[in-house]
T-cell receptor, first 115, second 113 residues
Framework: QKEVEQNSGPLSVPEGAIASLNCTYSDRVSQSFFWYRQYSGKSPELIMSIYSNGDKEDGRFTAQLNKASQYVSLLIRDSQPSDSATYLCAVNTMAGGTSYGKLTFGQGTILTVHP | EPEVTQTPSHQVTQMGQEVILRCVPISNHLYFYWYRQILGQKVEFLVSFYNNEISEKSEIFDDQFSVERPDGSNFTLKIRSTKLEDSAMYFC???????????FGPGTRLLVL
């Protein structure tokens, strides 16, 4: 079974600090990786996508991908109370060597940013 | 900005009843998906749909479930005979290409009594 694992937290950081969220995945041939944010009772909202090894920055967010270690992370700089949410790692997994776009999600990390 | 829409936002039904959940994907997208999330659990893939046919389905997506694109805009999920364990949030998603970002609708909260 292809799995995506996240530390469920909760992760609590003070306002202005860096929050670091981690994710590992088991499907070695995965090509597309996503971080979504989900507020309670709402749908997943895309934060970042990453496809190549290395770092990708967008504003206060940086995604890091290491395919050799099967590891993807999200850093949130200058964390704000409005960043408090559940962060979902999602991986585009294959079926029999073919991708139909299915996303496999981790269980999510609950982030709380306190003033 | 284009978005995925879903109706209804909430649905309460009796066990054994049929429900149809509706989605309007983003207009130029070609790939469509249904996911569900039981309260407190992870988001789970149900089915993917492309070119008017199912391309992949999960073990959850048994004979009680079906999907359809009845016209050029709507994408529906039908549950023929609902069970208590079908109570969940159901999300529709769409994307322009495989491996690209999937955009999620706001969800339908289904409660089976």
């Amino acid at each position: 079974q292809k799995e995506v694992e996240q530390n469920s937290g909760p992760l609590s950081v003070p306002e202005g600090a860096i929050a670091s969220l981690n994710c590992t995945y088991s499907d070695r041939v995965s090509q597309s990786f996503f971080w979504y944010r989900q507020y309670s009772g709402k749908s997943p909202e895309l934060i970042m996508s990453i496809y190549s090894n290395g770092d990708k920055e967008d504003g206060r967010f940086t995604a890091q991908l290491n395919k050799a270690s099967q590891y993807v992370s999200l850093l949130i700089r200058d964390s704000q109370p409005s960043d408090s949410a559940t962060y979902l790692c999602a991986v585009n997994t294959m079926a029999g060597g073919t991708s139909y776009g299915k996303l496999t999600f981790g269980q999510g990390t609950i982030l709380t940013v306190h003033p | 900005e284009p978005e995925v829409t879903q109706t209804p936002s909430h649905q309460v039904t009796q066990m054994g009843q049929e429900v149809i959940l509706r989605c309007v994907p983003i207009s130029n997208h070609l790939y469509f998906y249904w996911y569900r999330q039981i309260l407190g659990q992870k988001v789970e893939f149900l089915v993917s749909f492309y070119n008017n046919e199912i391309s992949e389905k999960s073990e959850i997506f048994d004979d009680q479930f079906s999907v359809e694109r009845p016209d050029g805009s709507n994408f529906t999920l039908k549950i023929r005979s609902t069970k208590l364990e079908d109570s969940a949030m159901y999300f529709c998603a769409s994307t322009a290409g495989i491996g690209e970002t999937q955009y999620f609708g706001p969800g339908t909260r289904l409660l089976v009594l």
